[in-house]
């Protein structure tokens, strides 16, 4: 079944700073990539939602790369600041299904 | 708008005791359903999901079981808790659009078995 790693586990950055997590899937035939912010102790927020044939999405300071040829996504937080400062996590998925696999997670801090 | 309400909050429950976890979806009619489980500081777990009433699959079990006996309602339960049944239980539902399966999330029921 599908696999997917998640990069760095741990990331710190400086406010104002930009901060990038990737994510690998093995599943060539995966179909849609959502990535998502979880604060301590709360849900999942959903942050962008992509299908494959999008190769790049941006939205109010979050920019999501999608890389089907190395099975790469990323997300990039431009100008961080303390508030972005959670567990991020990516989610992948093959369009004939509802099983729905996320990353390991990486924990981001923001420092003032 | 749709809303998503899970109970309860929060949980200690003794090894050995039965255990019934709800999750409710207004406004959003005939949507998927979805169980996930998270370890602490983990990722997280599909364990089941449901496309409509009566209707349930099994992802990973646990020693767990759900069922949806309304179109809004999802619940998980079991008869017999273990250590290992500690942890984040999220609820979600999702739409079908044009960025593929929407998962939206509800605020999580936190479990402790002692």
Redesign the interface.
């Known amino acids: 079944g599908e696999q997917v790693e998640q990069r760095p586990p741990h990331l710190s950055v400086r406010e104002g700073d930009s901060a990038i997590i990737i994510c690998t899937y093995t599943d060539s035939a995966t179909?849609?990539?959502?990535w998502?912010k979880q604060e301590a102790?709360?849900?999942?927020?959903?942050l962008m939602?992509?299908?494959s044939n999008v190769d790049r999405k941006e939205e109010q300071g979050l920019t999501v790369l999608l890389n089907k040829k190395d099975k790469r996504l990323s997300l990039n937080l431009t100008a961080a600041h303390p508030g972005d400062s959670a567990v991020y996590?990516c989610?992948v998925?093959r369009?004939n299904t509802?099983?729905?696999?996320?990353?390991?997670?990486t924990r981001l801090q923001v420092l003032p | 708008a749709q809303t998503i309400h899970q109970w309860p909050v929060a949980e200690i429950k003794a090894v050995g005791s039965p255990l019934s976890l709800g999750c409710t979806i207004k406004g959003k009619s005939s949507p998927n359903l979805y169980w996930y489980w998270q370890a602490t500081g983990g990722t997280l777990q599909q364990l089941f999901y449901s496309i409509t009433v009566g209707q349930v699959e099994s992802v990973v079990q646990l020693n767990l079981s759900a069922s949806r006996p309304k179109d809004d309602q999802f619940i998980l339960s079991t008869e017999k808790l273990l250590l290992s049944h500690s942890g984040f239980y999220l609820c979600a539902w999702s739409l079908w659009g044009n960025s593929g399966n929407t998962l939206y999330f509800g605020e999580g029921s936190r479990l402790i078995v002692v």
Do not use: E, I, P, R
Not at chain 1, 98 to 105: D, E, M, S, Y
């Open positions: 179909a849609y990539f959502s998502y102790g709360a849900g999942l927020q959903l939602s992509v299908l996590f989610a998925g369009s509802n099983k729905v696999v996320f990353g390991t997670g």
